[in-house]
């Protein structure tokens, strides 16, 4: 019912930025609890981000400052903005759903590698 698509992902330098981008397909997107999660090789998967309806945005200690999350309803689309980026930062960064019947959707992920 709701498909979400990944992109941006990439190789970066420490202290660089990048921009993931998710697509959502689906009805009442507007309605959807929104998040970004990464899962680091050996690691378990963690939210970084996530964004209510309402557009209040909340995020991870260690990437408070950092990453902006936003949604534009208009375009059914999710954003995380990431900035001073590190080698501790490297991971498969998924996007995450729930609707509003508390339905779970994950996306495939989109790998960020932070290396010199």
């Known amino acids: 019912q709701v498909q979400l698509v990944e992109s941006g992902g990439g190789l970066v330098l420490p202290g660089g930025s990048l921009r993931l981008s998710c697509k959502a397909s689906g009805s009442f997107f507007s309605r959807n609890f929104m998040g970004w999660y990464r899962q680091a090789p050996g690691k378990e998967r963690e939210l970084v981000a996530s964004i209510t309806s309402g557009g209040f945005a909340n995020y991870a200690d260690s990437v408070k400052g950092r990453f902006t999350m936003s949604r534009d309803n208009g375009k059914n689309m999710v954003y995380l903005q990431m900035n001073s980026l590190n080698p501790e930062d490297t991971a498969v960064y998924y996007c995450?759903?729930?609707?509003?019947?508390?339905?779970?959707?994950w996306g495939k992920g989109t790998l960020v590698t932070v290396s010199s």
């Open positions: 995450y759903a729930r609707n509003y019947y508390g339905m779970d959707y």
